[in-house]
């Protein structure tokens, strides 16, 4: 399991915190993940990667994913202005070189399935967030006026194409899990790239599908709301996901205001 550290804070204004579990009826864990705060800058980084099930190397996959992620944001030059079109840049040109490497070692190697991985990134800033993904690993915010969205996109067989017809195709029960975007798989990838004004009361949620597959929205939505810290939303939701029967791995980072931590004596 990768990550760099499970709870971080920097002067990006916020404070993360994460957890991987194998689940119940998985042999190994596919999944991984990364916060990072770098001291003394003004953004900070979150990754969920999910190990395509069943394929060869998933879990390598997903740890390419973080790793070197995290590793270029170390090494990422923070512009004094304009910083969230930098963010842009960087996660969009960042994932299409992971997805190049994981490409050519699937090639390489000669794999008759090869490894391949969802991905979803955030970029958190003083005043906005940018999100990058591939597959069905989801990322939410929770806004009290709005309560719990989800932002980002599933690249599912099935989810494109209700998105295309307006209704879901039959056996859409089965091919739910069939991902169509992902990193590895072929030689480029465009991961979807959103970039959102980072409201003072929002609390977001990234986690795979091991979390939001079956924990209706309705319970993410009340954890979001009633927990305290990040930390204790991240218990919480992976005691729901556990409870729901932990059919499969399950990662989840949450990301709280620093001042919301502060106000429940948290900092």
Known sequence: MYYIEAFMRNRAGVIMAGESNLGLHRKRNEDNFCCYAPPGRKCALAVVADGVGGHANGAV????CCRDLAEAFRRMAEPEENLPDAAAVFLRDKIRKINR??????YFEQV???MSSTIVAAVFMPEA???ASAGDSRMYEFHPADGLVQLSTDHSFS??????HGFLPPGSETMKNLIARAVGPRSELEPELHSLERRRESRYLLCSDGASGCIPKEE????MADSGSARQAVGRVMRSALLAGGRDNITVIAVFPEEEEQSHGIA
């Open 61 to 64: 996959a997903s740890l390419i």
């Open 101 to 106: 490497k994981v490409f050519s070692r699937n």
């Open 129 to 131: 967030v940018l999100l």
């Open 112 to 114: 008759v399935r090869p």
């Open 159 to 164: 989810a494109e194409f209700a998105r295309e």
């Open 220 to 223: 993410l939505a009340a954890i």
